[in-house]
């Protein structure tokens, strides 16, 4: 479709869905959601690869009344193992991002995104080879390889929602895409559950490979069809490029050649209120996402083909409250209160929420509608933290929004990869209610400090 001059002076008469920044937040939706594919899907997975009799038998004779069902894998890895795999992934993905986060600012993002995510989606193929043939150590090898590819995704969508969407529009389109993260996830582990029992090639492997070539597919359209900013792209009315530009930059050069503030940005207490709150939700939302399949199967005896279901919704939860939360976000602030205060109290429902809820989840082990009802109302209102410290980045600076979420989101994923590690000590001789109690506990506690840190801290005001 071509868009002239002619056709639209405004850019309020353009439909929204022929604004072209609708589009590129779509695929940068279906993006993240590919990236969330491709870093649960090991979670419920693993849950079919273990014999989980089997280990539990060497560890403790009476951990075995927690073990029912079609839980008989191929792998006889331990639970510390099991934790190391899972964390395998994130050594990769902390690596490229502040490297990434340097080389966007003048290479631009587009391409570092596409073709990351098509080596995190061709790897995938040889995880079920690597797994047989080489063991743990060759699978950790290509989940390392896997995360090294989706690195930039993170870094490289700020960016480009920090040249393409308006002020104003940024906590609905942040979340909307972000929020891709969950409908990943809501799709990974159902999807993941039935192939591990119904799938071919022994059923867990087929996990993979159906994903990997979803993935594959869309790196192939998103590097064909998504422009890097307004200014390149070919299909965009004249009334919409002019609109961007001059809502994002009207009181900021778009200047590439600026120097970057980096000694500036390390002193900045709004910069340190995002960084801690963003490694405490990476904390307490990868010890969900690496561990809960496994809670679900050891502790509430859930089976196999159920347990991708049950799992995914307090992900569910997530994604549509995220979208409530920005809609409510963007209101407030249209409705004049100031951008520090909307980011602090939807933070603050977005960490809190979770921190009182896992709390209660360790008590209630006796009732599964319980036990699942706590953990999507949890999760539910930890979507409200894409309208809250998720998006801050770019209140702070759209120049240098792609380099402040790389060098958070580098630090966060360090925390994070050290949750499904904490985990698997804690329940390793014994995956008893106590422990997991122990897990969640600790998830909580660093919920709720983070949260008081941003609350206390944060700010929406411009700082370069």
Known sequence: MEYTKEKYSEDSDIPTCARRRVFVTIMLFLGMANAYVMRTNMSVAIVAMVDHKSITKERNSNSTRYIEGDLHGEFNWSYKLQGYILASFFYGYVLTQIPFGFLIKNYGSKHFLGWGMMINSLAAFLVPISARKGGYLALCVVRFVQGLGEGPIVPCTHAMLAHWIPPDERSRSGAAVYAGAQFGTIVSM???????????????PSIFYVFGIVSTLWSVLFLWLVPEDPSVAKTISEAERKYISKAIWSTQSADNTAKTPICSIFKSVPFWAIMIAHSGQNYGYETLMTELPTYMAMVMKVKLKANGFLSSLPYLAMWIT????????????????????????????????????LLAVGYCYQSLILTVALFTIGMGLNGAIYSGFKINHLDLSPTFAGLLMSMTNCCANLIGLTAPMVAGHVINLDPS????????????????????????????????
């Open 190 to 204: 159902p999807l993941s559950g039935l192939l591990a029992v119904h799938g071919f090639d022994g059923g867990w």
């Open 322 to 357: 995220a979208i409530v939360f920005s809609v409510i976000a963007d209101r407030l602030i249209r409705n004049n209160m100031s951008i520090t205060l909307a980011r602090k109290i939807m933070n603050s429902f977005g960490q809190y929420g979770p921190a009182v809820t």
């Open 433 to 464: 209610i106590a422990n997991w109690r122990i897990v969640f506990l600790i998830s909580s506690a660093v919920y709720g400090t983070c949260a008081t840190f941003f609350l206390l801290f944060a700010s929406g005001k411009r700082q370069w």
